[in-house]
T-cell receptor, first 116, second 115 residues
Framework: EPEVTQTPSHQVTQMGQEVILRCVPI?????FYWYRQILGQKVEFLVS????????KSEIFDDQFSVERPDGSNFTLKIRSTKLEDSAMYFC??????????????FGQGTRLTVV | AQKITQTQPGMFVQEKEAVTLDCTYD???????LFWYKQPSSGEMIFLIY??????QNATEGRYSLNFQKARKSANLVISASQLGDSAMYFC????????????FGSGTQLTVLP
Protein backbone atom coordinates (compact mmCIF):
# COMPACT_ATOMS: atom_id res chain seq x y z
CA GLU A 1 0.00 0.00 0.00
CA PRO A 2 1.43 3.41 -0.93
CA GLU A 3 2.49 5.57 1.98
CA VAL A 4 3.98 8.92 2.84
CA THR A 5 7.51 8.58 4.14
CA GLN A 6 9.39 11.09 6.25
CA THR A 7 13.05 11.34 7.13
CA PRO A 8 14.59 11.53 9.61
CA SER A 9 12.30 10.07 12.24
CA HIS A 10 14.05 12.09 14.94
CA GLN A 11 16.34 15.08 14.66
CA VAL A 12 18.14 16.96 17.39
CA THR A 13 19.54 20.36 16.51
CA GLN A 14 21.17 23.30 18.21
CA MET A 15 19.14 26.47 18.58
CA GLY A 16 19.84 28.80 15.67
CA GLN A 17 20.73 26.03 13.26
CA GLU A 18 18.90 25.31 10.03
CA VAL A 19 17.03 22.06 9.63
CA ILE A 20 15.44 20.42 6.62
CA LEU A 21 12.72 17.87 7.12
CA ARG A 22 12.09 15.60 4.19
CA CYS A 23 8.98 13.90 2.90
CA VAL A 24 8.14 11.69 -0.03
CA PRO A 25 4.39 12.01 -0.69
CA ILE A 26 2.32 9.35 -2.41
CA UNK A 27 3.25 9.47 -6.06
CA UNK A 28 -0.07 10.34 -7.69
CA UNK A 29 -1.08 12.90 -5.07
CA UNK A 30 -1.32 16.56 -5.96
CA UNK A 31 -1.63 18.36 -2.62
CA PHE A 32 1.04 18.32 0.04
CA TYR A 33 0.90 19.58 3.60
CA TRP A 34 2.98 20.14 6.67
CA TYR A 35 1.47 20.01 10.14
CA ARG A 36 3.13 20.19 13.51
CA GLN A 37 2.21 18.86 16.93
CA ILE A 38 3.86 20.27 20.01
CA LEU A 39 4.08 17.57 22.66
CA GLY A 40 0.71 16.98 24.28
CA GLN A 41 -1.10 19.48 22.08
CA LYS A 42 -3.30 19.38 19.01
CA VAL A 43 -2.11 18.97 15.47
CA GLU A 44 -1.72 22.39 13.81
CA PHE A 45 -1.72 23.20 10.11
CA LEU A 46 1.40 24.91 8.79
CA VAL A 47 1.23 25.02 5.01
CA SER A 48 -0.25 23.42 1.93
CA UNK A 49 1.42 23.18 -1.44
CA UNK A 50 -0.05 22.61 -4.86
CA UNK A 51 1.26 23.02 -8.38
CA UNK A 52 4.71 23.99 -7.12
CA UNK A 53 3.57 26.83 -4.95
CA UNK A 54 2.14 27.50 -1.52
CA UNK A 55 -1.65 27.48 -1.64
CA UNK A 56 -2.35 28.22 2.02
CA LYS A 57 -0.32 28.89 5.13
CA SER A 58 -1.10 29.51 8.76
CA GLU A 59 0.14 32.27 11.03
CA ILE A 60 2.68 29.82 12.43
CA PHE A 61 4.37 29.61 9.04
CA ASP A 62 6.46 32.76 9.26
CA ASP A 63 9.59 33.81 7.40
CA GLN A 64 11.66 31.23 9.24
CA PHE A 65 9.83 28.47 7.38
CA SER A 66 9.96 27.53 3.74
CA VAL A 67 8.84 24.60 1.65
CA GLU A 68 10.15 23.24 -1.57
CA ARG A 69 9.60 20.44 -4.02
CA PRO A 70 13.14 20.19 -5.36
CA ASP A 71 12.42 17.24 -7.64
CA GLY A 72 9.46 15.14 -8.66
CA SER A 73 9.28 13.17 -5.45
CA ASN A 74 10.59 15.04 -2.40
CA PHE A 75 8.75 17.71 -0.44
CA THR A 76 10.82 19.53 2.16
CA LEU A 77 10.22 21.84 5.09
CA LYS A 78 13.11 24.11 6.03
CA ILE A 79 13.40 25.99 9.29
CA ARG A 80 16.12 28.59 8.86
CA SER A 81 17.09 29.41 12.43
CA THR A 82 15.50 27.02 14.88
CA LYS A 83 14.12 28.16 18.22
CA LEU A 84 13.40 26.11 21.30
CA GLU A 85 9.67 26.47 20.63
CA ASP A 86 10.08 24.77 17.24
CA SER A 87 10.50 21.49 19.10
CA ALA A 88 7.57 19.37 17.95
CA MET A 89 6.50 16.44 15.85
CA TYR A 90 6.25 17.51 12.22
CA PHE A 91 3.89 15.61 9.97
CA CYS A 92 3.88 15.61 6.22
CA UNK A 93 0.66 14.64 4.47
CA UNK A 94 -0.56 14.31 0.93
CA UNK A 95 -3.90 13.95 -0.79
CA UNK A 96 -5.29 13.46 -4.26
CA UNK A 97 -6.73 16.90 -3.90
CA UNK A 98 -8.91 18.60 -6.46
CA UNK A 99 -10.49 20.50 -3.59
CA UNK A 100 -12.97 17.83 -2.64
CA UNK A 101 -13.88 17.71 1.03
CA UNK A 102 -13.86 13.94 1.09
CA UNK A 103 -10.26 13.66 0.03
CA UNK A 104 -8.43 11.82 2.73
CA UNK A 105 -5.05 13.16 3.76
CA UNK A 106 -2.47 10.44 4.22
CA PHE A 107 0.05 11.22 6.93
CA GLY A 108 3.66 10.23 7.25
CA GLN A 109 4.97 8.78 10.46
CA GLY A 110 6.33 12.16 11.54
CA THR A 111 9.71 13.70 12.35
CA ARG A 112 10.31 14.51 15.97
CA LEU A 113 12.39 17.68 16.06
CA THR A 114 14.15 18.55 19.30
CA VAL A 115 15.86 21.93 19.53
CA VAL A 116 18.41 22.21 22.33
CA ALA B 1 -14.53 30.01 18.35
CA GLN B 2 -13.11 26.53 18.14
CA LYS B 3 -13.94 24.78 14.91
CA ILE B 4 -13.52 21.31 16.39
CA THR B 5 -14.22 20.60 20.05
CA GLN B 6 -13.38 17.39 21.84
CA THR B 7 -14.53 17.75 25.43
CA GLN B 8 -13.08 14.52 26.79
CA PRO B 9 -9.33 14.84 27.39
CA GLY B 10 -9.24 11.26 28.70
CA MET B 11 -11.52 8.24 28.58
CA PHE B 12 -11.32 4.75 30.07
CA VAL B 13 -13.15 1.71 28.76
CA GLN B 14 -13.13 -1.93 29.72
CA GLU B 15 -11.84 -4.35 27.12
CA LYS B 16 -14.64 -5.69 24.87
CA GLU B 17 -16.95 -2.81 25.79
CA ALA B 18 -18.06 -0.07 23.41
CA VAL B 19 -16.95 3.53 23.85
CA THR B 20 -18.07 6.82 22.35
CA LEU B 21 -15.65 9.68 21.79
CA ASP B 22 -17.32 13.04 21.41
CA CYS B 23 -16.69 15.62 18.71
CA THR B 24 -18.61 18.77 17.90
CA TYR B 25 -17.78 21.14 15.10
CA ASP B 26 -18.56 24.61 13.90
CA UNK B 27 -18.82 25.64 10.29
CA UNK B 28 -21.03 27.73 8.05
CA UNK B 29 -20.01 25.83 4.94
CA UNK B 30 -22.75 23.54 3.62
CA UNK B 31 -20.16 21.09 2.34
CA UNK B 32 -17.56 19.68 4.68
CA UNK B 33 -15.92 16.44 5.67
CA LEU B 34 -15.26 15.02 9.10
CA PHE B 35 -12.39 12.66 9.85
CA TRP B 36 -11.17 10.66 12.79
CA TYR B 37 -7.52 9.80 13.26
CA LYS B 38 -5.82 7.55 15.78
CA GLN B 39 -2.41 8.42 17.18
CA PRO B 40 -0.75 5.63 19.15
CA SER B 41 2.16 6.31 21.47
CA SER B 42 4.55 5.77 18.56
CA GLY B 43 3.27 9.04 17.14
CA GLU B 44 1.97 8.27 13.66
CA MET B 45 -1.44 9.49 12.51
CA ILE B 46 -3.72 6.70 11.33
CA PHE B 47 -6.87 7.51 9.39
CA LEU B 48 -9.92 5.70 10.78
CA ILE B 49 -13.14 6.95 9.25
CA TYR B 50 -14.69 9.73 7.16
CA UNK B 51 -18.15 11.30 7.08
CA UNK B 52 -19.31 13.76 4.45
CA UNK B 53 -21.83 16.45 5.28
CA UNK B 54 -24.17 15.23 2.56
CA UNK B 55 -23.88 11.57 3.39
CA UNK B 56 -27.25 10.16 4.29
CA GLN B 57 -25.95 7.29 6.34
CA ASN B 58 -23.52 7.16 9.21
CA ALA B 59 -20.09 5.95 8.18
CA THR B 60 -18.83 2.59 9.39
CA GLU B 61 -15.42 0.94 9.09
CA GLY B 62 -15.15 -2.38 10.87
CA ARG B 63 -15.38 -1.71 14.61
CA TYR B 64 -15.52 2.04 14.04
CA SER B 65 -18.70 3.92 13.35
CA LEU B 66 -19.49 7.58 13.26
CA ASN B 67 -22.62 8.88 14.94
CA PHE B 68 -23.29 11.89 12.73
CA GLN B 69 -25.94 14.31 13.96
CA LYS B 70 -25.85 17.19 11.52
CA ALA B 71 -28.38 19.42 13.25
CA ARG B 72 -26.42 19.18 16.48
CA LYS B 73 -23.10 19.48 14.61
CA SER B 74 -21.69 16.43 16.26
CA ALA B 75 -19.66 13.57 14.82
CA ASN B 76 -18.98 11.13 17.62
CA LEU B 77 -16.75 8.12 17.08
CA VAL B 78 -18.03 4.81 18.39
CA ILE B 79 -15.58 1.98 18.90
CA SER B 80 -17.26 -1.35 19.48
CA ALA B 81 -15.65 -4.31 21.27
CA SER B 82 -12.64 -2.32 22.49
CA GLN B 83 -9.25 -3.97 22.34
CA LEU B 84 -6.09 -3.20 24.28
CA GLY B 85 -4.53 -1.99 21.04
CA ASP B 86 -7.16 0.72 20.80
CA SER B 87 -5.42 2.62 23.58
CA ALA B 88 -4.27 5.80 21.85
CA MET B 89 -5.02 9.46 21.28
CA TYR B 90 -7.97 10.06 18.98
CA PHE B 91 -8.37 13.23 16.96
CA CYS B 92 -11.45 14.54 15.23
CA UNK B 93 -10.76 16.77 12.22
CA UNK B 94 -12.73 18.73 9.65
CA UNK B 95 -12.16 19.90 6.12
CA UNK B 96 -14.38 22.69 4.81
CA UNK B 97 -15.02 23.28 1.16
CA UNK B 98 -13.93 26.88 1.56
CA UNK B 99 -10.57 25.62 2.75
CA UNK B 100 -10.59 22.22 1.18
CA UNK B 101 -6.85 21.83 1.28
CA UNK B 102 -6.36 21.54 5.00
CA UNK B 103 -7.66 19.80 8.06
CA UNK B 104 -8.53 21.47 11.34
CA PHE B 105 -7.99 19.19 14.32
CA GLY B 106 -9.56 19.00 17.74
CA SER B 107 -7.49 18.73 20.90
CA GLY B 108 -7.86 14.97 21.06
CA THR B 109 -9.10 12.34 23.49
CA GLN B 110 -6.70 9.93 25.16
CA LEU B 111 -8.43 6.54 25.29
CA THR B 112 -7.20 3.87 27.64
CA VAL B 113 -8.57 0.35 27.33
CA LEU B 114 -8.45 -1.58 30.58
CA PRO B 115 -7.94 -5.36 30.66
Amino acid sequence: EPEVTQTPSHQVTQMGQEVILRCVPISNHLYFYWYRQILGQKVEFLVSFYNNEISEKSEIFDDQFSVERPDGSNFTLKIRSTKLEDSAMYFCASSEGQGKVNTEAFFGQGTRLTVV
Amino acid sequence: AQKITQTQPGMFVQEKEAVTLDCTYDTSDPSYGLFWYKQPSSGEMIFLIYQGSYDQQNATEGRYSLNFQKARKSANLVISASQLGDSAMYFCAMREVGSARQLTFGSGTQLTVLP
